[in-house]
Structure formats: structure tokens, C-alpha cells
């Protein structure tokens, strides 16, 4: 007796360039079968030197984009900045779920970390926002955030295993930790607070001090996705035909760059990255 | 017998951050009397990923803005970007003066050069335009360009005489030399053709081959237009009574990092940024 044939799931991932696609490959891991739409809003990047109402009106626009175009029945902001300022903006102006990076970051710190004390490495604007530090305190850890401005640009240069980037991860993470002493701090977990970090976690893992627990937050945001999900649409995914993975990826600007450095973030080819214009 | 008080000249300059402060940095050491209005559009940078008609459009606001608002009486373009993709549509959208950084760059490396064959190190975006290698070319000299995309980003991380900064260097170098080996080229020429690498000229100089010239577009920028400025001026810059240099900064975002990096770039402090709205 064969089941009838159901159309799959559609998750959207957004992001403002293309880092977030560490979060899809950690949700493609884990859904293999659904269909994804990616946009990465490249045209308007970098995101952090902008206001607050800027970003959520570009982080809406994209999101919109996501469900009224592409069918997203639910979203995962992978983006360290539009999680902190435009999460809200974003969950007001679309009728699905919608999760961002950070609480599920925090979440997984709070479950690894015995002495409640945690380090948040992250560029320089989500450390401004302070966001991870908001949502430490919330589970009852004291975070100590540091920006670490050079590892984005060492992986878009393809330095993931690289002396170079050995080196720079050494300082940042010597300099933190000689002020998480300063502080009276005994922290047990290092958070990676930006999308392009897992490309780098291989270094960093072989950096921080031993027992040290590394907590990608692009894995957590993907586990904290899927638990959501499956509450809500297992029944339906369930039903499923086993198919491929569907994966359509969107930039605003761009794309060469996207589709030259994507794979290497999604783990497998991007394809063909699709222009669109969200005005603006 | 004391001459009239002459309004001293202003210079306006413009770049899509702050990086064209060592173009400013340049004219003030030659200019010490004039008035200078230095705008930096960091609310839209930056400025490489974006289309030829989007960068035109901002940079025309940005060079009206200041000969409109602050009287500039002869623009220099202190940006790679909009030099080579917008100096035709500012010197079409306002009745002064416009100078870019790509043209003197050439120039001073045309005299400098002797086997007519040099190097361009750049960012990629200025590379992709291959503006620099135009402009030798039509001096008769064959040009090489990379893209050092980490240089950037090690001097805003203030990491201007840094070991990690001269082994980067000394990489990219290596890998620009063996390249113009391999296509017979003999440069004894290197063009520095991104405003934030005067900063990082000593360890530059350290790790060219030996008699190679380093040449500093933003110098070669002030120089030029300090020779198309006293052909026209001198006669008004003269009578000027002496007095100290008066600068004036603005931006269209982000003033924090302005302010925090523009004094490393000007070699002096660069004073309360002044936050302006160009609309878009």
C-alpha cells in the first residue's frame, strides 16, 4: 500500500551573507528530506554597523521574501546580528515560527557548563549588542564576550587551516582567558558566536585549555529547530517519501562570491544562487 | 601693512569609510592651511560588492554634500572603489576640481619604474575592476594586481607592526612574486593601492625584494592634487593668513569606529565625527 505523496516541509534560513549557511548544513544533517530556501541578503551586509530599525526592516523584508515566495513554513534567523536586534521585528511580521541563534547558544552553554561561567567569541557587532551576554545571565551564567574581528576575514580567505589562523586564534583566546582570570572567572565553555566559526572549530579545539567544551552555536540553533519542528510538523514529515534534500539558495547582491566560498560553509555544492531584488 | 583676511580654501574628500584619512593625512602635511571636509559614507560601505550605478549614486551625494554643504572648492576621491567606477559621474555632478587615487598612483609608478614591469596589491574589489592595471597600462607598463583581502582587516584590528601582520605579508608577496616569475615579468615597482595600507608601509618595506620602490597611492593622490590645486589656487592659498589646519569630519554611520581608528589613519586626532543623513 503506498502513501500518498506530501509535499515536504519548506524551512527558511536567512542570513545577511552567506556564513549562515553553517546553520543549514547543521539542518540539513538533521531533515534530510525537507526543502530549504536560503537568503543570504549580501547586498546590504555587514549588517552590525547599522541601526536597529534598519536591520529589522532589511531582516523582515528578507524573511518575507522567505515565506510569501518561497513557502517557508518555518524560519531560522542565522544571523548573530538580526537574532539580537531583529528577532521581534521578525516574529510581528511573519505567521510561522521563527528561531534565531543566540538563545539556543545560551541554552547549549547552560547545559555544558558546570561552573556557570562561560567565554563568547563573536565579531565585533554581536559583542556590542551584548546579546549573549543577556541571554547567559538569563540561564545564570556569567559570560565574558570578546570580538575576535580577523576570523571572518581568515575564512573568507580560505585560511581554516592555515598557521596564520592557528596563531590569531591563539592570541584572541590567551587574551581572553587572562581576562576571564582577571575577573575571577572559571569558565568551562567557549560559545562560537558567529556562523563562520565552525569553519575554524578543528583550531579552536585545539587551542582552548584542556576540558575546555567548544559549543557551536550554529549546531545548537539546529537542534533547537528541529526539537521545535518535529513538535509541530512531524506528523506531516513523517509521511515523506524518501527523496533528496532541496536546497535553493537566494542572494541579494553578489553572487560570485556567495556561490565561489558557499560550498565550503554548506559542505556541498550551493548550486546555482539565484539573484533577487527586496528593493531598498 | 597687513594684508586682508583671505577665507582659506577647502578641500573636500571623500571615501566610503575612513581609510581615506591618509589621503587627508597627505594633503594636510602639504596644505597646512587649508580648510578640509572629509566625508566617510560608512552607513553604505562597503562599496565593492555593489553595482557601478549604485556606488556613482552614492558617491555623488557624498562629493555634492560637500561642496554644496561644506564649500569644497576641489574634491579628491580618497577611495578605490569610487575612483574607478565613479569619477566620471562626480566630475560631471559638481562644478569643481575632482581627483581620484587610482590615476596618481599610476603615474608616480610610471616614474618610478624602470623595467616597466610593477605590482598592484589592492583589495579585491578594487582588483576585479582592474583599474590599476588600466591606468599603467596606458602608461605603457604591464601591471600585476593581487587581492590581499586580510590586510584590511589587520589594520583596523590595530595590528600594524604585528608578527602575524609581516607573516601575512610575507605570504601574500611571496605568492605575487612567483606569479609575475612565472609569466616573465621583472617588477621592481609596488603600487599600494588601498588607503589603509599606509599603515602598514614599514613591515611592507621589510618584506619587498631588495630595490624594489613602494609606492603609496594616497601620497601620490596629495601630491597631484596639490600640483592641480596651486595652478589654480595659489594666488588665494598665499594670502592666506597663518593658522592652524582646519579639519572636519562626518559620516553616514558608525562615528564609535570613526572616531576610535580615524587618529591611527590621520596621525592626529580626528576630533568629534560629525553623524550626517545623505538619504538612501
Redesign the interface.
Known sequence: MSSPLITPPTIGVFDSGFGGLTVLRALVARLPRARFAFIGD??R?PYG???RRTIARYAVESAQFLVRKQGAEFLVIACNTASALALDAIQDAVPVPVLGVIEPGASAARAASRTGDVLVIATDATVRSHAYAAACQARGLRALEMAC??L???V??GWTNHP?TA??IR?YLEELNAEAAAQGLHPDTLVLGCTHYPLLRPLIESAVPAGMKVIDSAEAAAEAAIRLFNGRAAPAASRVVDRETEIRCFAT??VE?FERLGSRFLERPVGNVELVDLGG
Chains 1, 2 share one sequence.
Open positions: 549580501t547586498a551586509l554597523s547599522k541601526s574581528p580577523l571572518v576575514p581568515l573568507e580567505e596564520v596563531e590569531v592570541i547582491d553578489s562570491k
